[in-house]
């Protein structure tokens, strides 16, 4: 892997499952849900200094099916950025998608909705210089749809998508980035 990233790249990340432990069949509601997965925080610290930018994209249809309130989301991602600037750690700006699957308008990944708001947001983005980390295949579809590396997490979830990278840990692609 030779994708010579400096601070012209973008990363974004998946939340759930990525960044914090995946609830499968359930949601995170409150802070007090959101547990960081054990290399995160560590590796959050190495990936501000590699990338530019760095966003959160995220599906939260939790909120679409009164769940939660987009408080509550609110809530949880002040606890995650807090946790994060402790450690050394940045993130430039969360972008959720609260709808139900399949309404109208989809902001869900793998729509590219969340990707043009961050290019809105920030003029600099290139896609082509970014890399996408998720554990799904809509993460993965999300990514190269847009012309992103894209990187696979594993986890428990069934992905048919084949990404650019695949990976048990995010320490393993730190270790693959130095």
């Not at 973008?10 to 995946?22: A, S, Y």
């Not at 190269?144 to 590396?149: F, P």
């Amino acid at each position: 892997m030779n994708w010579e990233i400096d601070d012209k790249w973008t990363l974004f990340l998946d939340r759930d499952g990525v960044i914090n432990q995946r609830i499968f069949g359930g949601y995170v509601t409150r802070p007090e849900d959101f547990i960081f997965r054990p290399d995160f925080l560590e590796a959050i610290s190495f990936l501000t200094e590699k990338f530019g930018r760095i966003f959160v994209v995220t599906n939260q249809q939790g909120i679409g099916k009164g769940l939660m309130t987009n408080r509550n989301l609110f809530d949880i991602h002040d606890f995650m950025l807090t946790k994060i600037k402790e450690h050394g750690g940045r993130i430039d700006e969360v972008f959720f998608a609260s709808n139900l699957k399949g309404e109208t308008p989809d902001r869900r990944k793998p729509n590219a909705s969340m990707a043009q708001e961050a290019k809105e947001n920030f003029p600099e983005v290139d896609f082509r210089l970014s890399v996408m980390i998720g554990d799904t295949d809509s993460d993965i579809k999300f990514g190269k749809e847009l012309g992103m590396k894209t990187v696979l997490l594993r986890s428990e979830e069934k992905v048919t998508e084949k990404a650019d990278l695949e990976i048990e840990s995010l320490t393993e692609l730190i270790n693959r980035l130095k």
